[in-house]
């Protein structure tokens, strides 16, 4: 019996190791000592602003950077010496990189083509990638003739014909407009579940990493920030970069003092909170998301554990489900989401109101 189409398509996964990896430019520092490893089968996200690192990382994983120290070790073995086509990955390119004067069955089979392989090996890679992505009825068309997301796809059949055991993704879905972004990000990760490869996907949007990968890697400054999965990156920055990046959140600017054998928090604002009896002395910010707090109006603030501030409100925001409030507190703003229950108005601008945060949702960073 023949192999299927997706059984033909599919390589055994391959683990990553990278290792202090300095990459410079001049005096330009691109890279400063990056660590990571990657899983084998793993959906994985170098996430960032731009200019943080993560294309210089990805290229350097495809063998269009060099290095000037460290080792990426590709299936147990070091590829940072060896050119791209005898790495045994496969690039999707931001611009797609399509020849625009050949047919999509043409762009598939050119780098089958390159490697020498049969006629009959190349029609039927390229009849497997081209079916697995839903596009074996468009193989005579010219990438001008296709829509964006069709364009991304003929990309995708192209390098997975040539069966690759690291796919990496360079910012794949940028070029195209939000609604097909959504539609071709949930193609990508069925693909990739269906064929188990390890894949690397670069991106500056905190959804679309969020909402495919199974481990991210937070990238700033040439540096890995922090690594985890997204829930543990949203729910346990490491530092206030990791969480300003993921998702809104709140900083009050203060101090902790020590207050005998205890640590207090003092807010710019002059109101005082308890503070981790570990804490060093000196400036810090108290962090938190905007659902991780409630308002009470002044009468209503309740005793207890709670770390509470004072706040005025000077705006609200009507999102259906839930209502965005901004506040000022000791000078500061903050924004606290509160769930819009029935006809209930809530709050309103220029109220005094009490913010209440658990300890367990704060966090002090320095």
Request: net charge neutral; aromatic share 6%.
């Amino acid at each position: 019996m023949a192999e299927s189409s997706l059984d033909a398509l599919k390589r055994e996964a391959a683990e990553i190791s990278i290792s202090n990896v300095n990459v410079s430019y001049g005096a330009y520092h691109a890279l400063k000592n990056v660590n990571l490893e990657i899983k084998p089968g793993e959906f994985f996200a170098f996430l960032g602003p731009s200019g943080c690192g993560k294309t210089t990382l990805l290229r350097l994983i495809a063998g269009f950077n060099t290095a000037q120290t460290g080792s990426v070790v590709i299936g147990g073995r070091n590829v940072l010496t060896l050119p791209p086509w005898r790495r045994d990955v496969g690039m999707v390119f931001q611009s797609y990189a399509l020849w625009p004067h050949m047919t999509v069955w043409k762009n598939v089979t050119f780098g089958l083509e390159e490697r020498r392989l049969s006629a009959q090996e190349r029609n039927q890679r390229a009849e497997d990638a081209l079916k697995l992505v839903g596009l074996e009825k468009l193989a005579d068309r010219k990438p001008s003739q296709l829509s964006g997301g069709q364009q991304q796809r003929v990309a995708l059949a192209r390098t997975i014909a040539v069966r690759p055991t690291v796919l990496l993704l360079d910012e794949p879905l940028s070029n195209l407009d939000a609604s097909l972004r959504v539609q071709v990000r949930r193609e990508i990760l069925a693909m990739q579940r269906r064929l188990g490869l390890t894949t690397i996907f670069v991106t500056h949007d905190q959804e679309e990493a969020n909402t495919v990968c199974d481990r991210i890697a937070v990238m700033s400054e040439g540096m890995v920030q922090q690594v985890g999965t997204p829930m543990e990156l949203y729910d346990n920055p490491a530092n206030l970069f990791v969480g300003r990046f993921l998702g809104t959140a709140n900083t009050v600017s203060g101090e902790i003092r020590a207050n005998g054998s205890e640590r207090v928090f003092q807010a710019v604002g002059g109101e005082v909170l308890p503070a981790p009896a570990n804490e060093e002395p000196g400036p810090a910010k108290l962090f938190f998301r905007p659902q991780n707090a409630s308002l009470v109006t002044k009468s209503e603030v309740a005793s207890g554990s709670d770390l509470r501030l004072s706040a005025r409100i000077s705006g609200r925001e009507f999102l259906g489900s839930t209502i965005r409030y901004a506040l000022k507190t000791g000078g500061e703003d903050i924004f606290i989401d509160v769930p819009h229950i029935g006809k209930r108005n809530g709050f309103s601008e220029d109220d005094v109101v009490g913010v209440q945060i658990s300890p367990s949702d704060a966090s002090i960073f320095r």
